[in-house]
Nanobody, 125 residues
Framework: QVHLVESGGGLVQAGDSLRLSCVAS????????MGWFRQAPGKDREFVAG???????RYTDSVEGRFTISRVDAKNAVYLQMNSLRPEDTAVYYC???????????????????WGQGTQVTVSS
């Protein structure tokens, strides 16, 4: 049984940093595309960042240069370092995985197979 468990969210001020963690069990991260998504109240779930088995990465435009996704396969973990946080980054952040068949990093939630329960990030102005 696959489980993805996120942690690291919290309440911070604009300009601060947070590091989110996602630890997987029941799958090996080195065979999967791992993604971070977020969902703000009243909005659709949106892609934030992803990393494939060859550590190629992809980011949505609004976080490019501020967020960094990384993975430590020995720990079966994926991280999202978030710097220069803005109030518009406020959302529940989810970790997701899909089997890396083509090495492409999808931005569509429905292509991912497994999801964590989410961790709240709140950025005050």
């Amino acid at each position: 049984q696959v489980h993805l468990v996120e942690s690291g969210g919290g309440l911070v001020q604009a300009g601060d940093s947070l590091r989110l963690s996602c630890v997987a069990s029941g799958l090996t991260t080195d065979r999967n595309v791992m993604g971070w998504f977020r969902q703000a109240p009243g909005k659709d779930r949106e892609f934030v960042a992803g990393i494939n088995r060859f550590t190629s990465t992809r980011y949505t435009d609004s976080v490019e240069g501020r967020f960094t996704i990384s993975r430590v396969d020995a720990k079966n973990a994926v991280y999202l370092q978030m710097n220069s946080l803005r109030p518009e980054d406020t959302a529940v952040y989810y970790c997701a995985s899909e089997v890396d068949r083509s090495h492409s990093i999808s931005v569509y939630p429905n292509t991912y197979d497994y999801w964590g329960q989410g961790t709240q990030v709140t950025v005050s102005s």
